[in-house]
């Protein structure tokens, strides 16, 4: 049974930066596409980010271009968010998602495959 486990959120103010883990246990880490999406309240969930395999390639979603970046250790089994500049838009709840045995960077839930509990981010202006 493959779980993922965020953490790093909590409460910062504009311009703040926050840097979200995500934990994943059961199956091959490595073999995985890792991503992150966000949920605001009374909107869809939405992609923030996502790394292939190796880490060698990357996709975001243009609001966060420039401010955010994803990053991988496959050694530790860990997919991480590094959010600076953040601005009170980006208050949501980050969930990290895993495409097992992926091959392709994918930026709709549907490409997912397992996903974590969720973590709140607030920023306050």
């Known amino acids: 049974q493959v779980q993922l486990v965020e953490s790093g959120g909590g409460l910062v103010q504009a311009g703040g930066s926050l840097r979200l883990s995500c934990a994943a246990s059961g199956g091959t880490f490595s073999k995985n596409v890792m991503g992150w999406f966000r949920q605001a309240p009374g909107k869809e969930r939405e992609f923030v980010a996502a790394i292939s395999r190796g880490g060698r390639s990357t996709g975001y979603v243009d609001s966060v271009k420039g401010r955010f970046t994803i990053s991988r250790d496959n050694a530790k089994n860990t997919v991480y968010l590094q959010m600076n500049s953040l601005v009170p838009e980006d208050t949501a709840v980050y969930y990290c998602?895993?495409?097992?045995?992926?091959?392709?960077?994918?930026?709709?839930?549907?490409?997912?495959?397992?996903w974590g509990q969720g973590a709140q981010v607030t920023v306050s202006s």
């Open positions: 998602a895993a495409d097992w045995n992926g091959s392709a960077i994918r930026r709709t839930r549907q490409g997912y495959d397992y």
